[in-house]
């Protein structure tokens, strides 16, 4: 018996490499889903791994980095904030590190 396929309608899903009850140390929305800035989550807007080991959405983080009162701190533990990108592509791992500072005035 020979079969032919004549449609193939393929479904494919994704899913940051975090532990699924993770959520934004800002917004408190899980990871998969998507921060108040965006509409659709994904590379438009990476994830953020602090030094210190708490995670954020990028504009959460970008938000909270260019309030005054900030100071360049951890929102959850107010240590320096220095990055880790966890922006996954489909080979590997970024490793590159951010360095952010507040803007004084």
Same mark, same amino acid.
Do not use: F, K, Q
């Given at each position: 018996m020979k079969v032919t396929i004549k449609e193939w309608n393929a !479904?494919?899903?994704?899913?940051?490499?975090m532990p699924?009850?993770? !959520?934004?140390? *800002?917004?408190?929305v899980q990871f998969d889903g998507t921060c108040p800035t965006c509409k659709f989550p994904g590379d438009d807007c990476s994830l953020l791994l602090g030094k210190c080991g708490h995670s954020f959405h990028m504009h959460c983080l970008m938000?909270? *980095?260019q309030q005054e009162s900030s100071k360049g701190?951890?929102?959850m533990c107010r240590q320096s904030m220095s990055l880790m990108s966890l922006h996954l592509s489909t080979s590997a791992k970024s490793g590159c590190r951010i360095r952010v500072e507040a803007k004084r005035r």
């Open positions: !479904v494919a899903t994704w899913r940051w490499d699924d009850d993770e !959520v934004c140390g *800002i917004c408190r938000t909270w *980095i701190l951890c929102p």
